[in-house]
Nanobody
Framework: QVQLVESGGGLVQAGGSLRLSCAAS????????MAWFRQAPGKDREFVAA????????YYADSVKGRFTVSRDNAKNSLYLSMNNLKPEDSTIYYC????????????????WGQGTQVTVSS
């Protein structure tokens, strides 16, 4: 059973940076797409970024393009999200997710989820 654990969230001022990490355990992630989603209270889970197994294919939501960078280290079974020029509207809980197959923005396609890490951006 694949388990995902996020870390790196916290409080930062607007314009600042954070780097989220997601550590995977319990299985080999060969062929898995990994992604970041976020969800504000009372709202649907929102796609943020995804990266294919090789790390060469990356996808971003328009709202974060140019500010966030997704990457992975397969040797460490880890996923990362570097977030720059953070805005107050980026404040919410960020989730790591994994699925077999080609990257997709649909959360229902992802089989494995972490517990989330809180990001708060003050204005």
């Amino acid at each position: 059973q694949v388990q995902l654990v996020e870390s790196g969230g916290g409080l930062v001022q607007a314009g600042g940076s954070l780097r989220l990490s997601c550590a995977a355990s319990g299985g080999v992630l060969s062929g898995y797409t990994m992604a970041w989603f976020r969800q504000a209270p009372g709202k649907d889970r929102e796609f943020v970024a995804a990266v294919g197994w090789s790390g060469d294919s990356t996808y971003y939501a328009d709202s974060v393009k140019g500010r966030f960078t997704v990457s992975r280290d397969n040797a460490k079974n880890s996923l990362y999200l570097s977030m720059n020029n953070l805005k107050p509207e980026d404040s919410t809980i960020y989730y790591c997710a994994a699925m077999l197959g080609w990257p997709t923005t649909a959360p229902r396609r992802y089989d494995h989820w972490g517990q989330g890490t809180q990001v708060t951006v003050s204005s």
